[in-house]
T-cell receptor
Framework: AQSVSQHNHHVILSEAASLELGCNYSYGGTVNLFWYVQYPGQHLQLLLKYFSGDPLVKGIKGFEAEFIKSKFSFNLRKPSVQWSDTAEYFCAVNAQTSYDKVIFGPGTSLSVIP | DGGITQSPKYLFRKEGQNVTLSCEQNLNHDAMYWYRQDPGQGLRLIYYSQIVNDFQKGDIAEGYSVSREKKESFPLTVTSAQKNPTAFYLC????????????FGEGSRLTVL
């Protein structure tokens, strides 16, 4: 069965600090990978996605993620965070042989201090 | 505007009562999903449906039921058999081809008194 783990439950950063949120998944086959974000009071929305090709993908608001197949990882990064990045971040995976089942990690709550 | 509409946004029920959460989409998406969100546990898959009149159990289906009589609609019933029903429920949909990219509704918060 697929599963997703996220390294940190809660991260607190000052504005302009760099961010890296860890995500690992367990599945031996080919996967699609996603990061979703949930800003306070808003619905979940897609931040970025990886299907194939260049393992470094760029998303909205300056976020990027790198897929490292050998490590089963898909870490999210941002060079300089802003107060408006305060949100809950979820890593998700679905197997390309089972398109319709999307499994989420437990989430990381990011608080950015002005 | 295209999107997913969940209702009600907030719902209170007494123990022992069934309650149905509505989810409607006008994105013409084939697949629809129900997730439950609890603090520190992320989103856990309850049920999903790939086509009309067909649905599959997710990881925590016990105590829940669904139907998919129309492409646009995927209601979730939280039955009295669900032991810990107080939670935030999210409905999502995914387009044809099933890349796994999900579009979410705003959620329904259920509180059992």
């Amino acid at each position: 069965a697929q599963s997703v783990s996220q390294h940190n439950h809660h991260v607190i950063l000052s504005e302009a600090a760099s961010l890296e949120l860890g995500c690992n998944y367990s599945y031996g086959g080919t996967v699609n990978l996603f990061w979703y974000v949930q800003y306070p009071g808003q619905h979940l929305q897609l931040l970025l996605k990886y299907f194939s090709g260049d393992p470094l993908v760029k998303g909205i608001k300056g976020f990027e993620a790198e897929f490292i197949k050998s490590k089963f990882s898909f870490n999210l990064r941002k060079p300089s965070v802003q107060w408006s990045d305060t949100a809950e971040y979820f890593c998700a995976v679905n197997a390309q042989t089972s398109y319709d089942k999307v499994i989420f990690g437990p989430g990381t709550s990011l608080s950015v201090i002005p | 505007d295209g999107g997913i509409t969940q209702s009600p946004k907030y719902l209170f029920r007494k123990e022992g009562q069934n309650v149905t959460l509505s989810c409607e989409q006008n994105l013409n998406h084939d697949a629809m999903y129900w997730y439950r969100q609890d603090p520190g546990q992320g989103l856990r898959l309850i049920y999903y449906s790939q086509i009309v009149n067909d649905f599959q159990k997710g990881d925590i289906a016990e105590g829940y039921s669904v139907s998919r009589e129309k492409k646009e609609s995927f209601p979730l019933t939280v039955t009295s058999a669900q032991k810990n029903p107080t939670a935030f429920y999210l409905c999502a949909s995914s387009g044809q081809g099933g890349t796994g990219e999900l579009f979410f509704g705003e959620g329904s918060r259920l509180t059992v008194l």
